[in-house]
């Protein structure tokens, strides 16, 4: 599968941006989808997950109640809306797919991954 996010951009604290992530392939409502993120100087690290009907979800601490990810297999997308942004939410933003069997928080356990889209967020 290829994905491709898409969604980025500047934006103030406070904000909110709605990141999009479209795969290709028939066999993408199989798939665990995630989202990573990757700030300048720092180590990519897991955001949120969900699972490959959809119907369960999982954050990272630093972004629960703010962020809330949501697919639609009809269309192959992912996408992952982001609100109350605040500048330590700067980062370039990865969505990965993962042929697991239930939704994982690791990046070894994800097996493909997008091109990744930048998100920047100013004080």
């Keep these: 599968v290829q994905l491709q996010a898409s969604g980025g951009g500047l934006v103030q604290a406070g904000g909110s941006l709605r990141l999009s992530c479209a795969a290709t392939g028939r066999t993408f409502s199989t798939y665990i989808m995630g989202w990573f993120r990757q700030a300048p100087g720092k180590e990519r690290e897991f955001v949120a997950t969900i699972s490959s009907s959809g ?60 091109q990744g889209t930048l998100v920047t967020v100013s004080s």
Excluded: H
Aim: proline share 2%; net charge positive.
């Design 55 to 114: 119907g369960y979800t999982y954050y990272a601490d630093s972004v629960k109640g703010r962020f809330t990810i949501s697919r639609d297999n009809a269309k192959n997308t992912v996408y992952l809306q982001v609100s109350s942004l605040r500048p330590e939410d700067t980062a370039v933003y990865y969505c990965a797919a993962s042929r697991r069997s239930r939704m994982v928080v690791f990046s070894f356990d994800y097996d493909y991954w997008g």
